[in-house]
Nanobody, 127 residues
C-alpha cells in the first residue's frame, strides 16, 4: 500500500502561483504512476495532470500551458506547479498513485485507475 501526503495548498490571488507536493512511501517511487485530481465544492473529482513512471506527462485541457507536473524519484515526491491561477481553479487537490501497467494513455485520466490517494489540500484562488 502506498501512503501519500500532499502539501503546498493555500490562498492566492488570481494570476498567482502555487506549487503542490506529494510525498510517497510504501513502494519504490520509480514504480509508480502519479496523478493529480481536483474536486470543487459540489462537483465530481476531475483529472488535472499525471506523470508516468517513465516521466511522460498528461494534462487536462483546462490547465495546459499553466500547470506543470514533475517527479523527482530521488526525493520520492511528485510536484504540481500551478501558474496563472484562476478562480475556477479553486478546489481540493488530491494526489494519486498506482503501480498498475496501463494498456493505453486514457487510463491516466480516470480516478478509478489509481489505488492510493492522499488526504487532499485546499487551493483557493481569489478574484
Amino acid at each position: 500500500q502506498v501512503q501519500l501526503v500532499e502539501s503546498g495548498g493555500g490562498l492566492v490571488q488570481a494570476g498567482g502561483s502555487l506549487r503542490l507536493s506529494c510525498a510517497a512511501s510504501g513502494r519504490p517511487f520509480s514504480s509508480l504512476h502519479m496523478g493529480w485530481f481536483r474536486q470543487p465544492p459540489g462537483e465530481e473529482r476531475a483529472f488535472v495532470a499525471a506523470v508516468s513512471r517513465g516521466a511522460g506527462t498528461y494534462y487536462a485541457d483546462s490547465v495546459k500551458g499553466r500547470f506543470t507536473i514533475s517527479r523527482h524519484n530521488a526525493e520520492n515526491t511528485a510536484y504540481l506547479q500551478m501558474d496563472s491561477l484562476k478562480p475556477e481553479d479553486t478546489a481540493v487537490y488530491y494526489c494519486a498513485a498506482t503501480s498498475r501497467t496501463f494498456p493505453s494513455s486514457r487510463y491516466y485520466y480516470a480516478p478509478t485507475s489509481y489505488g492510493s490517494w492522499g488526504q487532499g489540500t485546499q487551493v483557493t484562488v481569489s478574484s
